[in-house]
């Protein structure tokens, strides 16, 4: 018996063109799984040859969608500086029932998409429903696929307020968005200038183990809602503890705690599994503070590897290899 994999490049995974509405579907779908128990993940585990970076090992199970694999991938801050990409990695899918593996993917696609569709759900539930600004600092892969899901669950969003280290980066940034999402995108001079007077505030610069946070809580407009995509990095702890905290996995952010990060934040109230299953409160008020600190599940990219590897399979794209 001859046994092959399908193997998809970055390019493939992109020419499948699963639209992100799909993903933040997909991403909310496998949530609710999780927050009724009925998905396999043990929380990520992970090596750290150079400072600031790190490579995690990412298996999960999710029944539902006859779904497992493991996402191996890297986050190596000293790569920018490289002209390398900060992301990279490989996810592996395997048939449930042989173990057999079917389909070895890039996985950058994957993990940009899916974390941005992680912080749109949450924010669906916890940010106000007439949310028209948002303020985007750090203006990466995570401050593009953030603001194209914010967009998918808020479609009323009309102006974004976007703030990078480099006014470069952040002003081609402007332009893409802009013309990509039909909606006002606009350079911020300061962090300050971004997030005063937004409804929703996502931070997705680097993570750092020695951050300096500068994001303070006077800045913030009543009933905010804010992601914190890079952890504790961008925001100061008053921040967090003024906030209803949500994560996406408790048992990982505890991990997290151990290894340095989150230092004085309190402990989240629940996970997004929970929350969208409805087993934690949603927003309770229009001047509430809510917050969510995702740090990445494999069940949220196993969950749309799958849909792209039937995808790419219908479409005939990739290529079979022997194992």
């Known amino acids: ?3 092959e994999f399908l193997y998809l490049t970055r390019a493939d995974v992109e020419a ?22 009925r998905v396999e993940m043990p929380p990520k585990r992970g090596v750290h040859p150079m400072p600031e970076s790190a490579i995690n090992a990412m298996p999960g199970y999710v029944p539902l969608t006859k779904a497992a694999g493991i996402k191996w ?15 990279l990695g490989l996810l592996i899918l395997n048939d449930p029932e042989t173990g057999i593996p079917v389909s070895v993917m890039d996985c950058a696609w994957i993990t940009a998409m899916r974390t941005g ?5 949450a924010a669906k539930y916890l940010a106000r429903s007439d949310s028209a600004q948002i303020a985007m600092l750090a203006c990466g892969v995570q401050g593009r696929s953030n603001l194209e899901a914010m967009k998918v669950v808020f479609p009323g969003l009309r102006l974004a307020k976007a703030f990078d280290i480099r006014r470069d980066t952040a002003e081609r940034y402007a332009r893409d968005m802009a013309a990509a999402l039909d909606m006002d995108v606009e350079v911020s001079e300061t962090p300050e200038d ?8 996502v931070t997705s610069g680097p993570i750092l183990h020695e951050p300096n946070p500068v994001i303070e809580l006077a800045w913030l407009k ?31 952010f505890l991990g997290y705690s151990r290894q ?11 996970d997004l599994g929970e929350l969208v299953a409805g087993k934690k409160p949603a927003r309770e008020s229009s001047n509430e503070i809510a917050m969510t600190a995702n ?4 069940i949220e990219d196993i969950a749309v590897a799958a849909r792209i590897y039937s995808a790419a399979k219908a479409q005939g794209l990739g290529r079979s290899l022997p194992l």
């Open 1 to 3: 018996m001859s046994l």
């Open 16 to 37: 499948v063109g699963m639209p992100m509405a799909d993903v933040v579907a997909a991403v909310e779908e496998v949530l609710r799984e999780k927050g009724c128990g």
């Open 73 to 87: 991938v890297t986050r190596y801050l000293p790569n920018l500086e490289k002209g390398l990409p900060y992301v």
């Open 117 to 121: 569709a992680a912080s749109a759900v």
């Open 194 to 201: 971004a997030v005063r007077g937004a409804d929703i505030v």
């Open 222 to 252: 009543e009933g905010v809602f804010l992601s914190a995509v890079d952890l504790d990095s961008y925001i100061k702890p008053e921040v967090f503890n003024a906030a209803k905290l949500y994560t996406d996995d408790l048992e990982q």
């Open 260 to 270: 340095g990060y989150f230092a004085g934040i309190h402990d989240p109230i629940g």
């Open 295 to 298: 740090l990445g599940l494999a």
